[in-house]
């Protein structure tokens, strides 16, 4: 817990504070910001869990409501001193229109940024995403990167193309005068794949793997990298570089940052399987049973499913020819510029990350093993 040495005075609102993200920031800053005095966790969706957060030292107040609401958007801003906007609508199986995701991520962004201009709250975190960058449509390698790697940034899909816009509206707004006139410092933190306690998508391989008998099938070459980073310690960079947009606004402000740490470089699936072979399930080698083309056939039969019986029912299933390009386009990076600029370390070392990870798993109803 926070050391009590230090003057509570801060409010903070983290939005999307339930979310897999949210949740692990709204603890990291409890634990980790001994200047909190009230934190304020804005969602559309609020979690039961908050309710015994309440007993700390710190206010929690817990406000539902949605960003794309200016006027909801603006009460939960109002006297915060510090904005972490982590919500988002998180899409790439075509699960909500484009029209939606474009209000959430797009305007919801807009929303936030104005409540901070108009109410005087003067820094602004925003996640921005890995996908701001790549993988592009070209499917062109992005190889352990950094974020002056010169790489050509094309997006169609509606969920890159919504974080790729939110991200520029947000470094935009960096030095605009907010109410009292002082200036905005904002930034953005780009996570690639984040893994750890409460991911979904992970959860949704576990099961299947029980469902297929304790198997998964490989799709993609184990050649192929995939970025991935630790929740933990995505958390740990908001709370730090939130702390430091003050101090530090004329080196930080305006700035994006890729979320990195220790976590190897693998393909999807084998990053994967670090946490879900020590639970019991395999990945068996399927490159004779399953070859690309194949896949590729399959993830255009599910994209003309969905279409077909979108005035039915919502089918969304993992694979589509964007999952599928992502995951078999190797996006890793390679950076140290967190760590230059306010001092980032990640806080869980790749055994700490793995292990809780696979607690977490194990924890899971109906484990393998
Ligand atoms: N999960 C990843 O691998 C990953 C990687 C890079 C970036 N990100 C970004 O991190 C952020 C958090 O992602 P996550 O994985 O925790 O997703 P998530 O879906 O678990 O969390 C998003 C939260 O935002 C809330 N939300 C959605 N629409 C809202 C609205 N209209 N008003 C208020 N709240 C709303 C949801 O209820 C949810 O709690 C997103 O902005 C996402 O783009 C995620
Ligand atoms: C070919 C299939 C068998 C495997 C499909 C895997 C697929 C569902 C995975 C692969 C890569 C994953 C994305 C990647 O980790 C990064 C992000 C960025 C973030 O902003 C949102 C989540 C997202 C898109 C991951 C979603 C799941 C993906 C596509």
């Given at each position: 817990?926070?050391?009590?040495?230090?003057?509570?005075?801060?409010?903070?609102?983290?939005?999307?504070?339930?979310?897999?993200?949210?949740?692990?920031?709204?603890?990291?800053?409890?634990?980790?910001?001994?200047?909190?005095?009230?934190?304020?966790?804005?969602?559309?969706?609020?979690?039961?869990?908050?309710?015994?957060?309440?007993?700390?030292?710190?206010?929690?107040?817990?406000?539902?409501?949605?960003?794309?609401?200016?006027?909801?958007v603006?009460a939960?801003?109002?006297?915060?001193?510090?904005?972490?906007?982590?919500?988002?609508?998180?899409?790439?199986?075509?699960?909500?229109?484009?029209?939606?995701?474009?209000?959430v991520?797009?305007q919801?962004?807009?929303?936030?940024?104005?409540?901070?201009?108009?109410?005087?709250?003067?820094?602004?975190?925003?996640?921005?995403?890995?996908?701001?960058?790549?993988?592009?449509?070209?499917?062109?390698?992005?190889?352990?990167?950094?974020?002056?790697?010169?790489?050509?940034?094309?997006?169609?899909?509606?969920?890159?193309?919504?974080?790729?816009?939110?991200?520029?509206?947000?470094?935009?707004?960096?030095?605009?005068?907010?109410?009292?006139?002082?200036?905005?410092?904002?930034?953005a933190?780009?996570?690639?794949?984040?893994?750890?306690?409460?991911?979904?998508?992970?959860?949704?391989?576990?099961?299947?793997?029980?469902?297929?008998?304790g198997?998964?099938?490989?799709?993609?070459?184990?050649?192929?990298?995939?970025?991935?980073?630790?929740v933990?310690?995505?958390?740990?960079?908001?709370?730090?570089?939130?702390?430091?947009?003050?101090?530090?606004?004329?080196?930080?402000?305006?700035?994006?940052?890729?979320?990195?740490?220790?976590?190897?470089?693998?393909?999807?699936?084998?990053?994967?399987?670090?946490?879900?072979?020590?639970?019991?399930?395999?990945?068996?080698?399927?490159?004779?049973?399953?070859?690309?083309?194949?896949?590729?056939?399959?993830?255009?039969?599910?994209?003309?499913?969905?279409?077909?019986?979108?005035?039915?029912?919502?089918?969304?299933?993992?694979?589509?020819?964007?999952?599928?390009?992502?995951?078999?386009?190797?996006?890793?990076?390679?950076?140290?510029?967190?760590?230059?600029?306010?001092?980032?370390?990640?806080?869980?070392?790749?055994?700490?990350?793995?292990?809780?990870?696979?607690?977490?798993?194990?924890?899971?109803?109906?484990?393998?093993?």
């Open positions: 817990m926070a050391e009590s040495t230090e003057v509570r005075k801060l409010v903070y609102l983290v939005t999307g504070g339930c979310g897999f993200l949210g949740e692990h920031v709204v603890r990291m800053l409890l634990q980790r910001e001994p200047r909190l005095s009230e934190l304020r966790v804005f969602d559309l969706h609020l979690g039961p869990w908050l309710e015994e957060l309440k007993t700390g030292p710190v206010q929690v107040t817990a406000i539902q409501g949605d960003v794309t609401e200016a006027h909801e603006a939960a801003v109002a006297g915060a001193h510090v904005v972490i906007h982590a919500a988002g609508l998180v899409d790439v199986f075509g699960r909500a229109s484009p029209k939606t995701i474009h209000e991520n797009v919801g962004t807009k929303n936030v940024i104005e409540a901070c201009v108009q109410t005087g709250t003067r820094f602004l975190v925003y996640t921005s995403s890995m996908e701001v960058v790549g993988p592009n449509i070209k499917g062109h390698p992005f190889y352990r990167g950094n974020e002056d790697t010169p790489y050509e940034a094309v997006h169609k899909h509606p969920y890159p193309c919504s974080k790729a816009q939110a991200e520029r509206l947000v470094l935009e707004a960096n030095g605009r005068e907010v109410r009292g006139g002082l200036p905005l410092v904002t930034c933190l780009r996570p690639t794949g984040i893994y750890g306690e409460g991911h979904q998508i992970m959860r949704d391989f576990y099961h299947q793997g029980l469902r297929l008998g198997r998964l099938f490989r799709a993609i070459p184990a050649s192929v990298e995939h970025g991935r980073v630790y933990g310690n995505v958390a740990w960079m908001h709370v730090l570089v939130a702390r430091e947009l003050e101090r530090r606004a004329a080196l930080v402000g305006g700035q994006v940052y890729f979320c990195y740490d220790e976590s190897p470089y693998k393909s999807y699936e084998d990053f994967n399987m670090e946490f879900l072979g020590p639970c019991g399930l395999r990945l068996v080698e399927t490159r004779l049973l399953a070859p690309y083309w194949l896949l590729m056939l399959l993830a255009f039969l599910n994209a003309l499913l969905q279409w077909l019986l979108r005035p039915l029912l919502l089918y969304a299933p993992l694979l589509n020819p964007y999952t599928l390009a992502m995951a078999n386009t190797t996006f890793t990076v390679s950076t140290d510029k967190a760590q230059r600029h306010f001092g980032y370390e990640p806080l869980f070392s790749w055994e700490d990350s793995r292990t809780r990870t696979i607690r977490w798993v194990r924890a899971m109803e109906g484990s393998a093993q």
